[in-house]
């Protein structure tokens, strides 16, 4: 009896540890049933692969990465920019009002306005003639000649078209000076001539045969932005076009140049108008 009262004594002083050893005891068997359980598990799942027998087919083609490697390259190896192409980032398109009344111009190349979009309406060409009008007579003797000499480049409307009188012998004459004549000298076949402002060049004449050459061209253009026309442009000749002076420096039988007083630049005019 003595005994029992030690070992209740015993626990009473001891009854924490106890009860921490039953709960050790409690937790290790619960390991040991979950670890029996798991190994059933995983028998069963064993068993089920080892039950399957493996299917034939085909197998799965290997991803195609091409397209993603072709991408890799492309960041890699990028193309250069170009800012001088059609764009409005860095060049912006600008839109002109025309000075003449209509509307707004897209001026993408600068050719739209300007002296570069003049356009030729005509050229006509500038002639110098020389024809024999008739013989002047002193009594029963030829004592000179008429000759009619037409320059339509001449500026002053009163040298375009003179009446010449070459008397025999004449050096001092306006236009040209007779050196000869063939055939009988009241009806001559043909007359020989220098020009004095061409440098003394020889020509001939004769009655019925003018002699004919082209000295200049005159021209008739159009700015087809405002529907200005300008008549009768000859070289030296000035035009207003969007408020600025352009001279004529040269006409040609299908081209004009246009000079930019302020800056030399030429300008030239091939194109005509469109029908």
Known sequence: MEQVKKIGQLCRQNYEKMILVFVLLLLAGAVWVLY???QDENEKVRQMVAGEKQKAGKPIAPVDLAPFESAMK????RPALNFSGKHNLFSPVKWQQNRGGGGIIKVQTGAEVGPSAVRIVSISPLQLTVAYA???LSGAEVSGYHIVVTNEMAMNARQ???TQYIGTGT??????VLKEVKGPPEAPTEMIASLKDFNNETISFAPQKPYVRTVGFEAELKYPVSGNIYSRLRKDSSLDIEGEIYKV???AASKVVLSDDSNGKRYVIEQMVAP
Not at 74 to 77: E, I, K, V
């Open 36 to 38: 029996g359980a798991s």
């Open 74 to 77: 492309g960041m890699t190896n």
């Open 134 to 136: 008739r013989a002047a």
């Open 160 to 162: 375009r078209l003179i």
């Open 171 to 176: 050096t001092n004459s306006q236009v040209f």
């Open 249 to 251: 420096v040269d006409i």
